[in-house]
C-alpha cells in the first residue's frame, strides 16, 4: 500500500509472534513469584522484594526503570534532529550516580524507609511529605499513561499496528504481573525487557550500517549534516545544549531520579546490604551507557540514510519520534519477525518504565495515605490493599492512556510538567540533608516556591516557544513524486501535500543552508511578555534553577522564622557531607563545618544496629511519647530516642 508516495508496510504474523512472546514472558515471570516463595503475601516481599535481591536484578531493574519508550524512541530521535550533544549526558550522569552513592543511598538504607517521603516527615513536618507524595503520585499516573500512549501511537501510525490492541495488551500485562508477582516480579522482567531493547538496538545499528555502508560512512555522514557535536562550551544559558548545562544541569536532573526517586531508592532497599546496593548502582552506569550508546549510534545511523530525504518533510511520518519505526519497517521488513523485535524492543521500554511506576505508586500511597488513616491494619491486610493499590493504579493509567489522543499539545505538556516537578523534590531532600538549620516552616515555603517557580518557566516556555538554530534536513534527493509536510495538518497518509508548501519549505531551508541549518517554527510574529527572557532559559537548567531556588528561600524563610537548631536535630537525617568529601580536613575543621550536628554520638551509633522492622516500631513508640511532652522538647525526645 502507498500513502504520499511511500510505501506503507504492516506487521507480520512472525511479528505478532515476536511480540505475544514478549507479553507470555513478561506474565509468566509475574505468574513464577506469586506461586513461589512467599507468594507475595508481606508487604516486605511484595514492596520490598524481602530485602532480599541479587546485584544483577537490581543493576538492570534501576536501568529498566527510566530506560522508557522515551528513551528508544526520544533519543534517537534527538539526535537524528539535533546531533550529538545529548551524549554528554553520560558524563553528567556518571557524576550523579557517584555522588547519590556517597551521600543519599546511605541515609536511606539507614533509615530503612519503604517511602522516600517518610524522610520529610521525620526532617520538616507532615504538610511537606503529603505535598511530595501527592505531586508524585499525580505526575507518575499521568506521565505513565502518556508514556503507554506515545510508544503505541507511534507504532500504530508507521507499522499499522491497532493503536488501542497495543495500549490494553501492554496496559494489561503490565499491571497483572506488577500486581500477583509484586518487587521481584517487576526486577526480572525488568532484566528481561533490558536484554530485549539492547537487541533491537543491536539489530538497528548493525542492519543500517550494512545499508549506509558501514560505521565509517555513518560518521562522515553526520560530520557533513553538521550532526557530530561534542563540545560547545558557549556560556548562553538560552543555548539549548551546551556542556555547561549538560554536564552541570544534568547533574541535578541524574541526582533527581537515582537520589530522591521513589522507584529506584525502593529498588536500592531490596538489596540485603549498603554494599550491594552501591555495587548494584556503579554497575547501572555501565548500562546507561549502554543503553544511551545505543540509542545516539541508531540516530546518527538513521540520519545517514535519510539525510537527503527526510521523512517528515517528505508527509511518510508526522513528528520526529517516529522516525525509528518508519526506519525499521523500511529496512528490516524484508527478515520475518524483526520488525516485531523492534515493536517488542519498545513495549520492553515501556513496559519497564510502568511495572517500576506502579510499584512505587503503590508504595507510596500505602505508606504516606492509607498507613496514617488505617494504621491498625494487620500485615496481610496491607499487602492486599498494596496489591489493590497496583490494579488502582493500573487501571488509572489506561484510562489516561485512552483519554491522551484528546488532550492535542496538551500531552506534550503534561510530560514536561513531571520534569518540572523532580527539582523542586531534590531541591526540599538537599535542604533538609545538607543544612540542619532549615526548619518545617523554611522546608514547606521553599518547595512551594520552588514548584511556582520552575513550572511558571517551564509552562512559559511551552506556551512561549523561541526559534532557535537546527542542523539541516534536506529533500533534494527525494523521488520526484514525494511531497513537503503540509503546514494545515493534513493527513499525510492519505492525501498529497500542497507542492506550495514544498517551495517554501525550500526556499527557507536554502535560504539558511548558508548558516548550516534551519529554524524551528516558533511563534512567528507574536508578542513576547516582558518575562519572556526566563523562557528562552534551556530545559536542562531547570532542575538546578528548582533545587537553588528551593534551598535559597528555604533558608532565607528559616532564618526569619527561628531556625532549626543543629544540635536537636537526629544526626541520622543529616548528610555528613564533610567527613565524607573531605575526611582528610583535622578533625577541628570538620568539627565546626558539623554546624553543631552530634555525628557520632553514642546513642545515633547505637540505633544504626537496628532492623527496619524496630526502628518503625520504635518510631511509633516515640510519636506515642512525644505526643504528651510540652511542645519545647518533643523534637529533642524524637531525635534522642531515635
Known amino acids: 500500500m502507498t500513502a504520499g508516495g511511500h510505501v506503507v508496510r504492516y506487521l507480520s504474523v512472525a511479528d505478532y509472534v515476536v511480540f505475544s512472546v514478549l507479553l507470555a514472558v513478561s506474565a509468566a515471570i509475574g505468574l513464577y513469584y ?162 530485549v531493547m539492547v537487541t533491537g538496538f543491536l539489530a538497528v545499528i548493525i542492519q543500517g550500517s550494512i545499508e549506509a555502508g558501514g560505521l565509517g560512512r555513518v560518521w562522515e555522514i553526520a560530520s557533513q549534516g553538521h550532526r557530530l557535536e561534542i563540545f560547545n562550551f558557549d556560556p548562553d544559558p538560552r543555548v539549548r545544549h551546551t556542556n555547561w548545562n549538560i554536564w552541570v544541569g544534568g547533574v541535578f536532573v541524574s541526582a533527581s531520579i537515582y537520589g530522591v526517586n521513589q522507584a529506584q531508592v525502593q529498588r536500592y532497599l531490596s538489596c540485603p546490604t549498603l554494599a550491594k546496593a552501591r555495587t548494584a548502582l556503579y554497575l547501572n552506569i555501565v548500562g546507561i551507557a549502554v543503553i544511551t550508546s545505543c540509542a545516539c549510534l541508531s540516530g546518527l545511523v538513521i540520519y545517514a540514510r535519510y539525510h537527503d530525504c527526510d521523512p517528515l518533510l517528505t508527509g511518510a511520518i508526522t513528528s520526529r519520534d517516529q522516525i525509528l519505526p518508519y526506519f525499521v519497517m523500511d529496512i528490516l521488513s524484508f527478515l520475518p519477525g524483526m520488525p516485531g523485535l523492534f515493536v517488542a524492543c519498545v513495549a520492553s521500554g515501556a513496559l519497564s518504565t510502568l511495572s517500576s511506576g506502579l510499584n512505587s505508586l503503590a508504595a507510596v500511597t500505602l505508606e504516606d495515605f492509607v498507613k496514617p488513616w488505617l494504621p491498625k491494619l494487620s500485615d496481610i491486610k496491607y499487602t492486599t490493599i498494596s496489591k489493590a493499590l497496583v490494579l488502582l493504579h493500573g487501571v488509572l493509567m489506561v484510562l489516561v492512556a485512552s483519554f491522551a489522543s484528546l488532550l492535542g499539545p496538551l500531552a506534550q505538556a503534561a510530560i514536561s510538567v513531571f520534569g518540572m516537578i523532580s527539582g523542586p523534590i531534590l531541591g526540599i531532600f538537599i535542604l533538609g540533608m545538607m543544612f540542619p538549620c532549615a526548619n518545617s516552616t523554611g522546608g514547606l515555603v521553599g518547595l512551594l516556591s520552588s514548584l511556582v517557580i520552575t513550572l511558571w518557566i517551564g509552562i512559559g516556555s511551552i506556551v512561549w516557544p523561541r526559534r532557535r538554530w537546527m542542523p539541516p534536513v534536506s529533500t533534494d534527493q527525494c523521488p520526484v513524486n514525494l511531497t513537503a509536510t503540509n503546514a494545515t495538518g493534513t493527513d499525510l497518509h492519505s492525501v498529497a501535500m500542497d507542492t506550495t508548501n514544498v517551495t517554501q519549505t525550500t526556499l527557507l531551508n536554502s535560504t539558511l543552508s548558508s548558516l548550516g541549518g534551519n529554524l524551528t517554527s516558533g511563534t512567528g510574529g507574536l508578542n513576547y511578555p516582558p518575562e519572556a527572557a526566563l523562557y528562552q532559559l534551556s530545559y536542562a537548567w531547570l532542575a538546578a534553577v528548582a533545587v537553588l531556588s528551593c534551598v535559597v528561600i528555604g533558608l532565607a524563610v528559616s532564618f526569619l522564622t527561628d531556625p532549626q537548631d543543629p544540635r536537636e536535630v537526629n544526626p541520622r537525617l543529616i548528610i555528613p557531607i564533610y567527613d565524607r568529601l573531605f575526611c582528610c580536613l583535622p578533625e577541628k575543621v570538620r568539627k565546626v563545618l558539623r554546624c553543631g550536628v552530634r555525628y557520632g554520638d553514642e546513642d545515633a551509633d547505637d540505633t544504626k544496629a537496628h532492623t527496619s522492622a524496630e526502628l518503625e516500631e520504635e518510631g511509633t513508640m516515640t510519636k506515642d511519647k512525644t505526643n504528651s511532652k510540652p511542645d519545647g522538647t518533643a523534637q529533642q525526645q524524637e531525635a534522642t530516642s531515635l
Not at 543493576?59 to 545529548?86: D, P, Q
Not at 539507614?110 to 503520585?137: H, I, N, P, Q
Not at 507499522?159 to 495500549?167: A, P
Open 34 to 195: 506469586a506461586c513461589t516463595g512467599g507468594r507475595q503475601r508481606t508487604q516486605r516481599e511484595f514492596l520490598m522484594a524481602d530485602r532480599s535481591m541479587s546485584v544483577l536484578p537490581v543493576t538492570m531493574s534501576l536501568l529498566a526503570s527510566f530506560s522508557s519508550a522515551i528513551t528508544v524512541l526520544g533519543t534517537t530521535a534527538e539526535i537524528y534532529t539535533n546531533g550529538t550533544m545529548y551524549w554528554n549526558n553520560l558524563v553528567s550522569s556518571v557524576f550523579s550516580m557517584v555522588i547519590c552513592s556517597r551521600l543519599f543511598l546511605p541515609i536511606f538504607f539507614d533509615l530503612g524507609m519503604t517511602s522516600t517521603y517518610e524522610y520529610l516527615e521525620k526532617r520538616f513536618s507532615k504538610s511537606v511529605r503529603r505535598l511530595c507524595s501527592f505531586a508524585f503520585m499525580i505526575n507518575m499516573v499521568i506521565y505513565m499513561g502518556l508514556g503507554l500512549y506515545a510508544p503505541a501511537l507511534a507504532l500504530s501510525v508507521v507499522t499499522g499496528m491497532s493503536l488501542w490492541g497495543s495500549i490494553l495488551s501492554m496496559g494489561i500485562v503490565c499491571t497483572f504481573y506488577t500486581t500477583i508477582g509484586g518487587m521481584k516480579a517487576v526486577m526480572w522482567t525488568d532484566t528481561f525487557q533490558v536484554v
